[in-house]
């Protein structure tokens, strides 16, 4: 009874760093919580992913099996549930991922738990976890808090949380079978498939000027791609811009995109979602222009230019063809 | 193939300098503007295509007061057949509130698949959908960037994080959340929700769904809204636009990417 569990999330034999952020996390919860921090990984051929969780956790939880060789939310939920309930931690942590955003709700409904999604930080206040979230897509910040109950579920953004490096704690590996009688999964995996490189890496571009929702209409893209061109950078751009088909998704930045790192971001009517911030934590230098002062863009912009992009473009175009 | 599909009316807050009210419970909406929940424009309008393709009927659901009867007008007017309502009466449903409400209604009409977006531009919260299909026992997928229909399933493509997609086989039925960009969903003019008017809009009181009052306690309580600091850590670039280009540009001479 008590303790926290947090669901390893791995991928082609790599562990995910979301799931060492939310061990980070439930390592400083444990002293508040009371109880032990158990990593929980199903998986096959789980060798090096036990190596990475090794120190993190005093106890990782390993179910090997070849029918939970990939994430599939169905079997994780059941066996989730199965151990969450001889275990009964107080507190089991997720992330918000493609694989948490399937797998968190229906587990939360199965056990009658509440749950708290895409977490930026959680603390322990009087026992029960209390949540740092944001909303109207990163424009206002809420603290929530949790009904009552025995216990509770939450997931955690990726990248929200930082790492905590220290890893030599004592860990107890705990091998469980795989549980008989599981039910045949509705959903079958058929295939991972990789995105195709294109001729225009923006992963390895120097200096990126990236265009998002801002732009307004598609023509005017016509204007930032001529002042790309004109300072010698390449095109990327926002979700938005791909969603509506104005831009290939090869040019696209943010954790579905890609992940870049140049020496210069200038991001062009951007507001700034974390999935897009979470794309450029590797850059340089970020200078960003948008008319909203609070748009979340600029809690990451070194540089910040609080005004409508189609008054900056004009002037810079003008000041590089006077040169 | 009969498609439920669910949606939400929210306030526009791309472009608006967003207030608190006193209590800090909420966000101060009085002056703004209402649209569907972007994602759920997506949901629509891959309901509307999947029946243009086939044989069967989109259902638009949304939970809400009587002026949120616009979205399911709007899908109405983009092709919907019919439509409900659910009026809350005074109560506020939380996440798993409104998956329970929605569940108890979709139970009682046929569907082979139910479509919602992945989260609400509101409160982001990404939970509603997948609790819906726990609650009505489906198969269910997330993040969803495509779907081909087949005889009983239906193969799905879904999004997962680093450019990388999954590809699976779903039994039918089954409920999907809908990620944006999945299509580009059709204009609607003024004149298509006028002639939309005259399809079937029912209204369902959730006081006569028989709940327990508990069943529907709100699970997460917000404490306290606050807004971030402006510009929180930037260095602002002030000055009128020609000098704030002057100052990027020396910036960008100083990184060392223009001569």
Same mark, same amino acid.
């Given at each position: 009874?008590?303790?926290?569990?947090?669901?390893?999330?791995?991928?082609?034999?790599?562990?995910?760093?979301?799931?060492?952020?939310?061990?980070?996390?439930?390592?400083?919860?444990?002293?508040?919580?009371?109880?032990?921090?158990?990593?929980?990984? &199903?998986?096959?051929?789980?060798?090096?992913?036990?190596?990475?969780?090794?120190?993190?956790?005093?106890?990782?939880?390993?179910?090997?099996?070849?029918?939970?060789?990939?994430?599939?939310?169905?079997?994780?939920?059941?066996?989730?549930?199965?151990?969450?309930?001889?275990?009964?931690?107080?507190?089991?942590?997720?992330?918000?991922?493609?694989?948490?955003?399937? &797998?968190?709700?229906?587990?939360?409904?199965?056990?009658?738990?509440? &749950?708290?999604?895409?977490?930026?930080?959680?603390?322990?206040?009087?026992?029960?976890?209390?949540?740092?979230?944001?909303?109207?897509?990163?424009?206002?910040?809420?603290?929530?808090?949790?009904?009552?109950?025995?216990?509770?579920?939450?997931?955690?953004?990726?990248?929200?949380?930082?790492?905590?490096?220290?890893?030599?704690?004592?860990?107890?590996?705990?091998?469980?079978?795989?549980?008989?009688?599981?039910?045949?999964?509705?959903?079958?995996?058929?295939?991972?498939?990789?995105?195709?490189?294109?001729?225009?890496?923006?992963?390895?571009?120097?200096?990126?000027?990236?265009?998002?929702?801002?732009?307004?209409?598609?023509?005017?893209?016509?204007?930032?791609?001529?002042?790309?061109?004109?300072?010698?950078?390449?095109?990327?751009?926002?979700?938005?811009?791909?969603?509506?088909?104005?831009?290939?998704?090869?040019?696209?930045?943010?954790?579905?995109?890609?992940?870049?790192?140049?020496?210069?971001?200038?991001?062009?009517?951007?507001?700034?979602?974390?999935?897009?911030?979470?794309?450029?934590?590797?850059?340089?230098?970020?200078?960003?222009?948008?008319?909203?002062?609070?748009?979340?863009?600029?809690?990451?912009?070194?540089?910040?230019?609080?005004?409508?992009?189609?008054?900056?473009?004009?002037?810079?175009?003008?000041?590089?063809?006077?040169? | 193939?009969?498609?439920?599909?669910?949606?939400?009316?929210?306030?526009?807050?791309?472009?608006?300098?967003?207030?608190?009210?006193?209590?800090?419970?909420?966000?101060?909406?009085?002056?703004?503007?209402?649209?569907?929940?972007?994602?759920?424009?997506?949901?629509?309008?891959?309901?509307?295509?999947?029946?243009?393709?086939?044989?069967?009927?989109?259902?638009?659901?949304?939970?809400?007061?009587?002026?949120?009867?616009?979205?399911?007008?709007?899908?109405?007017?983009?092709?919907?057949?019919?439509?409900?309502?659910?009026?809350?009466?005074?109560?506020?449903?939380?996440?798993?509130?409104?998956?329970?409400?929605?569940?108890?209604?979709?139970?009682?009409?046929?569907?082979?698949?139910?479509?919602?977006?992945?989260?609400?531009?509101?409160?982001?919260?990404?939970?509603?959908?997948?609790?819906?299909?726990?609650?009505?026992?489906?198969?269910?997928?997330?993040?969803?960037?495509?779907?081909?229909?087949?005889?009983?399933?239906?193969?799905?493509?879904?999004?997962?994080?680093?450019?990388?997609?999954?590809?699976?086989?779903?039994?039918?039925?089954?409920?999907?959340?809908?990620?944006?960009?999945?299509?580009?969903?059709?204009?609607?003019?003024?004149?298509?929700?006028?002639?939309?008017?005259?399809?079937?809009?029912?209204?369902?009181?959730?006081?006569?769904?028989?709940?327990?009052?508990?069943?529907?306690?709100?699970?997460?309580?917000?404490?306290?809204?606050?807004?971030?600091?402006?510009?929180?850590?930037?260095?602002?670039?002030?000055?009128?636009?020609?000098?704030?280009?002057?100052?990027?540009?020396?910036?960008?001479?100083?990184?060392?990417?223009?001569?």
């Amino acid at each position: 009874m008590g303790g926290i569990f947090v669901v390893v999330e791995h991928r082609q034999g790599k562990v995910r760093d979301i799931t060492l952020e939310m061990l980070s996390k439930a390592g400083e919860l444990k002293n508040d919580l009371g109880g032990d921090l158990t990593a929980v990984l &199903l998986g096959w051929e789980t060798g090096s992913l036990i190596e990475s969780l090794r120190g993190r956790a005093d106890r990782i939880l390993v179910i090997e099996d070849e029918r939970v060789k990939n994430f599939q939310a169905e079997v994780y939920q059941l066996i989730l549930q199965q151990l969450i309930q001889e275990v009964h931690p107080s507190l089991t942590l997720i992330g918000q991922t493609a694989w948490g955003l399937d &797998l968190a709700p229906c587990l939360a409904v199965q056990l009658g738990f509440p &749950l708290v999604t895409d977490c930026l930080d959680i603390k322990i206040e009087a026992g029960k976890p209390t949540a740092l979230r944001q909303i109207y897509g990163g424009k206002v910040f809420a603290r929530v808090s949790l009904k009552e109950s025995p216990g509770y579920l939450a997931t955690i953004r990726p990248g929200a949380i930082s790492l905590d490096p220290s890893g030599d704690g004592p860990t107890e590996v705990v091998k469980k079978e795989f549980p008989s009688g599981l039910p045949e999964s509705k959903k079958q995996l058929l295939e991972l498939i990789e995105s195709e490189s294109r001729e225009v890496d923006i992963a390895q571009a120097e200096f990126l000027v990236s265009v998002g929702r801002g732009v307004g209409e598609e023509e005017n893209l016509a204007l930032v791609r001529e002042l790309a061109h004109s300072l010698g950078a390449v095109l990327s751009c926002s979700r938005p811009i791909v969603d509506k088909k104005w831009l290939p998704k090869y040019h696209q930045v943010g954790t579905s995109g890609k992940s870049v790192k140049p020496k210069v971001y200038l991001a062009l009517g951007i507001s700034g979602a974390f999935q897009h911030l979470a794309g450029i934590s590797g850059a340089g230098t970020v200078i960003a222009v948008n008319k909203d002062p609070r748009a979340p863009i600029f809690r990451v912009a070194q540089y910040g230019v609080a005004q409508d992009i189609f008054k900056i473009i004009p002037a810079l175009m003008e000041q590089i063809n006077n040169k | 193939m009969n498609i439920i599909v669910c949606v939400k009316r929210v306030p526009s807050t791309q472009e608006e300098d967003l207030k608190i009210e006193a209590a800090k419970k909420e966000v101060d909406r009085e002056s703004l503007a209402y649209v569907i929940n972007e994602w759920d424009n997506y949901a629509i309008e891959e309901a509307v295509r999947l029946m243009e393709q086939g044989v069967g009927t989109v259902t638009a659901i949304t939970i809400g007061q009587e002026e949120d009867e616009e979205v399911l007008r709007r899908c109405l007017a983009m092709g919907a057949d019919q439509a409900r309502r659910i009026d809350p009466g005074g109560r506020t449903l939380d996440g798993h509130g409104t998956a329970r409400v929605l569940a108890r209604v979709i139970a009682g009409i046929p569907f082979d698949l139910i479509l919602c977006g992945v989260q609400a531009e509101d409160d982001n919260q990404g939970m509603v959908g997948i609790m819906l299909a726990e609650y009505l026992g489906l198969a269910h997928a997330a993040v969803v960037t495509g779907i081909e229909p087949r005889e009983g399933e239906l193969i799905v493509q879904c999004e997962l994080e680093g450019g990388m997609d999954e590809r699976s086989k779903i039994k039918l039925p089954a409920l999907l959340t809908v990620q944006t960009g999945i299509n580009e969903p059709r204009y609607v003019s003024i004149m298509k929700i006028k002639k939309a008017a005259k399809k079937l809009l029912e209204v369902i009181r959730l006081a006569d769904l028989n709940f327990c009052p508990d069943d529907l306690a709100p699970q997460v309580l917000v404490e306290e809204l606050f807004l971030p600091p402006e510009t929180g850590g930037s260095e602002m670039i002030t000055g009128d636009p020609t000098q704030a280009a002057e100052k990027i540009l020396q910036i960008l001479k100083e990184k060392g990417v223009r001569a």
